[in-house]
């Protein structure tokens, strides 16, 4: 049984002459997300950990149509994401589009060499460090960011059926060290992942406040839960047996990218900033995220964090 189609009309719009970047390229909505702003006419810099294999699946799934390139670049690491910032900024003086697409959930605990906890370092400090390292580019393009959310943020319950939403939480005691998030103390893998995604937005406000003056939007967006390879991960273990049914109720990542890619492009979103999206309709978020005491906080960690 199939995941269930979009019935979401994605814009056709006219991206000749512009760059986009798309993080996470490798993965199923990563390549919906390539193939159709290449179709749009943009050139996309797609960013990957296996730079090899991501080139051979676009090439199955954009073919000869689309102008793109690859960047291999681990962002779970400091040095991964300055190297790609470095070699995309280099290359583009002018960004028009970044999708911060990239994305994972662990099983498990576990730090990067960097020193901070996994989700905090893919879910977050990737898309902070690629937006803030390749600022001078996105102001040059008047550009357009957009941070791939999860709704997980407003309740972190794997399963709803009973009970009140748990929405992630920040401690901003922790905001003075990132590697002081997600401690081993209590850890529980699907509230680190949320706990992560909600540094995204939380940062992402900011960094709207920030930009807009210079015409960059930032956006973020759930764009519903899609059958990807992350789901597998997300799935409690009592029900894996029933994943084939589960999966069959998602949404493809067709449909997902088309919530991403409206964000991105959508001339009726022009100037349009500071926003969280659940698919097509503004969303709240945690109060601690609209804190701008914790935005400020987590900004100024942030931006030592890749000075260092």
């Known amino acids: 049984m199939n995941a269930r189609r979009s019935h979401v009309a994605r814009p056709v719009v006219d991206l000749a002459g512009r760059v986009a970047v798309v993080t996470g390229a490798g993965g199923g909505m990563g390549r919906v997300l390539v193939e159709d702003l ?22 199955e799934t954009v073919g000869d149509h689309g102008r793109f390139e690859v960047v291999e670049a681990d962002l779970s690491l400091r040095h991964g994401v300055v190297d790609a910032a470095t070699a995309i900024g280099r290359r583009h003086p002018h960004v028009h589009v970044l999708v911060n697409n990239a994305g994972a959930h662990f099983p498990d605990r576990g ?97 709207a406040r920030l930009l807009r003056p210079h015409g960059v939007t930032v956006n973020s967006v759930h764009p519903g839960i899609v059958a990807t390879g992350i789901v597998d991960d997300l799935v409690p273990a009592a029900l894996r047996p029933l994943g084939w049914l589960i999966r069959s109720g998602m949404r493809t990542p067709r449909d997902g990218a088309s919530a991403a890619l409206r964000l991105a492009t959508d001339p009726a979103l022009a100037g349009v900033t500071g926003r969280y999206y659940r698919r097509e309709v503004v969303a709240t978020t945690p109060a601690v995220s609209h804190d701008p005491a914790v935005q400020q906080r987590l900004h100024e960690v942030s931006v030592r964090w890749f000075a260092g």
């Open 38 to 59: 290449t179709r749009a006419g943009a050139h996309v810099v797609a960013v990957a950990r296996d730079a090899p294999r991501t080139e051979r699946l676009l090439r």
């Open 111 to 207: 730090l990067t060499p960097d020193g901070v906890e996994r989700h905090v370092a893919v879910d977050y400090l990737a898309a902070f460090g690629l937006t803030h390292l390749l600022r001078e580019n996105l102001v040059a393009a008047r550009g357009r960011v957009v941070h791939v959310a999860s709704d997980s943020l407003n309740d972190t319950r794997q399963v709803k059926l009973l009970g009140r939403a748990r929405p992630a939480d920040l401690d901003p005691a922790q905001l003075d060290d990132l590697t002081r998030v997600n401690p081993a103390d209590g850890f529980v893998a699907f509230e680190a992942y949320a706990r992560a995604k909600l540094l995204t937005v939380t940062s992402g406000y900011h960094l």
